[in-house]
Nanobody
């Protein structure tokens, strides 16, 4: 019922910046709200890990490894979450996934984007 579309990944040199976006859209006539939104990342052979999260009120949390370098924000009107990534390091290379905690009149659902590759070269 809800689709998350990510954009903004790519190849960048160490020290560079990228901005990821993730827009949530619902099927025609579907009424929903989004509580938390976040970004996760995964490298082959490892578990997916939380990078940053933001709730509807704007409170944020970050993985220790990205504090001071990454900034998460959201636009509640556009149902879009952003991840500004600065001072990128080769160890930030991963597939980044957007996540949304969606609620409708009946239940609560966990949605994921398709993933976007971020590659940081040394």
């Amino acid at each position: 019922q809800v689709q998350l579309v990510e954009s903004g990944g790519g190849l960048v040199q160490a020290g560079g910046s990228l901005r990821l976006s993730c827009a949530a859209s619902g099927a025609s006539g579907y009424i929903f709200s989004i509580n938390g939104m976040g970004w996760y990342r995964q490298v082959p052979g490892k578990q997916r890990e939380l990078v940053a999260g933001v709730n509807f009120g704007g409170s944020t949390n970050y993985a220790d490894s990205v504090k001071g370098r990454f900034t998460i924000s959201r636009d509640n009107v556009l149902n879009t979450v952003y991840l500004q990534m600065n001072s990128l390091k080769p160890e930030d290379t991963a597939v980044y996934y957007c996540n949304a905690d969606v609620r409708d009149s009946r239940s609560r659902y966990d949605y994921w984007g398709q993933g976007t590759q971020v590659t940081v070269s040394s």
